[in-house]
């Protein structure tokens, strides 16, 4: 159930620091814990793990930070002392955990965030905007760059093209010097083509896998960035090149993948997980991002109030980009 209500203005603990909301944008995952993924959270819960603000108050032991900046937040959170963090692998920590997921989040008037996730906005920089960028893109940049390998002159497909991650990866696929083929409904081929994809293929028109051995003559792609999951896997497995790389992200249609093992080893791809980001990739993304080189894709803003409405807009897939909210 999504309802608005009344709960205490949060304090920021040492190494803290409290936002005023300024813009918070939805994702799937604001979705998922709503049907009650099997997590522990806070309950009543606030979602929201893409936040824009300015900063309201300082925790013990602060500093770098002042009163008044713009920020937005690098929704991971970790613990700092394992194995992985202290490599600098943020998202593989043994107690990782995401803004708005397993903590309080930003869909609300204030929210406390450690100073460390902060990085700051242009002051010319729409805060809606600002909010719509961190999760796609640290997740786009670490999925293709990190962990994909892309280089120049390679080709890229990615799937469900008209989600937020997705429309950020064909942006950095280009900025990368990748041809990018994408997958999509027809009412979007036109703004996900704007977007930087050379070839945009109508899931509901076409079997994409065929369509795209047609049009690398028989060849395949260097690299799948994968969020659809069950229902796309089978094409993505026959689209792939030898030697190429399948990244996934998310499995919004189903978490089991079926793969014919023969097709696997005698093309010899490799396929690989991916989530979030680590603080560096985090920090080359928004640079990006505010340099005004890739533009987060804002569906809608709605008030707050009107929670309701925006998960409703997200669970039916009307949405092309992120729907934010403001308080």
Not at 137 to 166: D, H, M, N
Not at 221 to 249: C, E, K, M
Not at 250 to 268: I, M, N, Y
Request: hydrophobic share 45%; aromatic share 6%.
């Amino acid at each position: 159930m999504v309802q608005v209500g009344e709960l205490p203005d949060p304090e920021p603990g040492p190494g803290e620091v409290r936002l005023v909301v300024g813009a918070a944008a939805m994702n799937h995952l604001d979705l998922w814990v709503r049907r009650g993924l099997p997590i522990e959270t806070t309950m009543p819960h606030i979602g929201g793990s893409d936040v824009a603000g300015v900063v309201d108050a300082l925790g013990e032991g602060v500093s770098g930070v002042t009163v008044g900046q713009r920020v937005v937040a690098d929704p991971s959170l970790s613990c700092g002392q394992c194995e992985w963090c202290r490599a600098g692998e943020a998202p593989l920590c043994v107690r990782y955990r995401i803004l708005g997921e397993h903590t309080q989040g930003g869909f609300a008037e204030y929210v406390v965030v450690p100073a460390a996730n902060l990085f700051p906005i242009p002051d010319n920089y729409p805060m809606e905007t600002a909010a719509a960028a961190p999760l796609v893109f640290l997740t786009a940049w670490r999925g293709l760059v990190s962990r994909g390998r892309l280089r120049a002159g390679e080709s890229v497909l990615i799937t469900g093209a008209s989600g937020g991650v997705a429309t950020a990866a064909v942006q950095l696929a280009r900025h990368f010097g990748a041809r990018v083929y994408a997958v999509t409904t027809g009412e979007h081929e036109d703004r996900v083509r704007s977007l930087g994809a050379d070839v945009v293929f109508d899931r509901r028109q076409v079997d994409y896998s065929k369509a795209l051995w047609r049009a690398t003559d028989k060849r395949g792609v260097d690299l799948i960035f994968d969020s659809v999951g069950a229902a796309t896997w089978q094409q993505n497995v026959r689209s792939v090149a030898r030697g190429g790389r399948i990244v996934v992200y998310g499995a919004t249609t189903g978490p089991v993948l079926e793969t014919d093992g023969r097709v696997l080893f005698w093309k010899q791809a490799d396929i690989l997980g991916t989530t979030m980001s680590n603080r560096t990739e985090f920090r080359q993304a928004m640079e990006l991002v505010f340099s005004g080189t890739v533009e987060p894709v804002v569906d809608s803003v709605l008030p707050l109030a009107d929670a309701r409405a925006a998960h409703e807009r997200l669970e039916a897939g009307r949405q092309f980009g992120k729907i934010v909210l403001v308080p």
